[in-house]
């Protein structure tokens, strides 16, 4: 063999390599954000499973308000189904969004329970009533973190896909660029969900 033909075969090699670095880097961003995603989906089912409690203490003192109760309910549903469908395919757009509008629904939900909980003292008294509504916004705050922790991934992963020259790897194996959640779309949804008992 000539020079130029060790020469062309080490630039075809080094090339090869560093495909497949490029390829495995995505492959870990994008896995990454899987992983990501599972955070958030522990955190949502905590809240899932705190929020029937909340509704049964509430459901005593608020006899009379049974559609807020249902209305919580109804949208917790939602929100749980969205976000099973969302864990089967984290990486899907649509299941993200689905799931992103489910949560403002369920946020509105909660809301109006908690303001409609105000009107009521031996409600706001209730040391259950006091324990879960911490827990709830503790969890709240855990959804918050995991929530930045994916869309950190989110951007890491777009970002290195759509660098050059790993674009062309991203293009080759069709790597598409992943949405970030949003969990508000609006001024009035950026608005705190006041929990105080």
């Not at 080094?14 to 522990?42: E, S």
């Amino acid at each position: 063999m000539s020079a130029v033909s060790w020469i062309l075969l080490a630039v075809v090699l080094l090339l090869v390599f560093w495909a497949v670095g490029a390829f495995n880097r995505l492959t870990r961003l994008k896995n990454a954000i899987a992983n990501a995603f599972g955070q958030i989906d522990v955190q949502l089912k905590r809240r899932y499973d705190l929020i029937p409690n909340l509704v049964e203490v509430a459901r005593k003192y608020l006899a009379h308000e049974a559609q807020t109760l249902e209305a919580v309910i109804a949208a917790r549903n939602q929100a749980r189904s969205a976000e099973q469908s969302a864990a089967a395919s984290p990486l899907s757009a649509g299941a993200i969004g689905a799931l992103a509008g489910a949560e403002q629904v369920l946020g509105g939900a909660l809301g109006r329970l908690f303001a409609v909980a105000e009107a009521y003292p031996d409600l706001k008294a209730d040391q259950t009533m006091r324990e879960l509504s911490e827990e709830l916004s503790s969890t709240e705050n855990r959804i918050g973190f995991a929530r930045q922790a994916y869309n950190d991934h989110v951007l890491e992963f777009n970002d290195a896909a759509a660098q050059f020259p790993a674009l062309i790897v991203a293009r080759l194996f069709n790597f598409q660029p992943q949405s970030m959640l949003q969990s508000t779309q609006n001024e009035a949804e950026r608005a705190a969900v006041k929990v105080s008992f």
